[in-house]
């Protein structure tokens, strides 16, 4: 009964926070990825690159300041799609900036730097900040990463929970909502303790994991996650080793050299968009149960594969779903001894 009690212990504390949290007091500057933004006032029009800024302010109650939004892996949570579906969709991908600027934001937040960064896809912060735009990089994209090494980025340092819960208490303050932030991290802090406590550590302690994400094309190297991002950060979390020893975010690694690893588990993304033919799991799992390389895998022969949305591999509130669904699945399989 410990558990529930924890989270529930957890929870009372952010609803008690409810009374307590200080209003935010205007001009408001935040340390924003190097940069300082100073906000007059709430902004009221928000457009949002990245379905885990989205789903954030959902969850912060302000799904009705946003006017539109693009980069999107999954299909939203279905207890956001009422508020989801009012929200204009720029692109399921990288929108224009022409696209955002349209909608006259008064701010726009951006999942990943290479969106709206010095090499931005859809523009630059400073082309944003000549029209007074504010834009707020998510800090867990920036912070001990650099994006300009990589097609998906280096990571420095290794990734940490800390820059989500950062990501929350910063919009939440910008917004005057802290007592909803507070409880929001209280609950997501709630649920890690709750989906690694019953794991068998010592069961674990020998095994290994790939994440593949996707492939450019399913005759080439696939796209899997490398050391210190975040499905690294889940594998150590709950004990397992990477096979990847790339720093990058989401470097390409040969199956050849995937297969001699020979990973325990097989962790691949589900998700909606339609940009390789990867991006589809039926053909991930047709082409790991048919190639001649990977056929032969312990991770395959054993179906010690687990489905996971590709929005949970990413440092978003899905993660900590993401989290949740490793823990329960790797419970259940039987283990080499």
């Known amino acids: 009964m410990l558990l529930p009690r924890l989270v529930t212990l957890i ?24 940069t300082p933004l100073t906000f007059q006032h709430a902004p009221s029009r928000i457009v949002t690159i990245g379905q885990a800024d989205s789903e954030m302010f959902y969850a912060l109650g302000l799904g009705d300041k946003l006017v539109g939004t693009s980069l999107w892996f999954n299909d939203v949570l279905p207890k956001y799609k009422a508020q989801n579906d009012k929200v204009e969709r720029l692109a399921d991908n990288d929108p224009s900036f022409e696209a955002v600027i349209g909608k006259r934001p008064e701010l726009v937040t951006a999942q990943l730097e290479w969106m709206v960064g010095p090499q931005g896809v ?7 900040q000549e029209l007074n735009i504010p834009t707020y990089l998510m800090p867990s994209d920036c912070e001990g990463k650099d994006n300009l090494v990589g097609a998906d980025g280096t990571r420095l ?10 990501s929350i ?41 790939l994440f593949w994400f996707s ?11 490398g050391r210190k991002g975040i499905p690294d950060f889940m ?39 339609r940009r390789f033919p ?48 490793l823990a329960t699945a790797i419970n259940r399989f039987d283990l080499p001894k």
């Open 11 to 34: 929870s009372g504390l952010g609803l008690s926070a409810l009374a307590q949290a200080a209003p935010t007091h205007y001009p408001l500057t935040v340390e924003n990825c190097g």
């Open 122 to 128: 859809v523009g630059t912060r400073e082309q944003f």
């Open 157 to 166: 340092q290794p990734f940490t929970l800390d820059t989500v819960y950062k």
């Open 169 to 209: 208490n910063q919009l939440a303050e910008i917004f005057d909502v802290q007592a909803r932030g507070e409880q929001l991290n209280a609950e997501l802090k709630a649920r890690v303790a709750t989906s690694t406590a019953a794991l068998n550590r010592d069961a674990l302690k020998h095994t290994s994991a």
């Open 215 to 225: 492939s450019a094309d399913l005759d080439i190297d696939p796209y899997v996650a």
């Open 235 to 273: 594998l150590n979390t709950l004990g397992v080793r990477n096979v990847v020893a790339s720093d990058e975010e989401w470097p390409t690694v040969g199956w050849e050299t995937i297969a001699k690893a020979n990973p325990t588990f097989l962790i691949i993304a589900r998700m909606d968009r």
């Open 278 to 325: 990867a991006d589809d799991y039926q053909k991930k799992l047709e082409f790991l149960r048919t190639d001649p390389v990977t056929r032969n895998m312990d991770a395959v022969r054993h179906n010690r594969i687990i489905i996971l949305d590709a929005h949970a591999m990413q440092a978003s509130l899905r993660m900590f779903d993401g989290l949740e669904t």
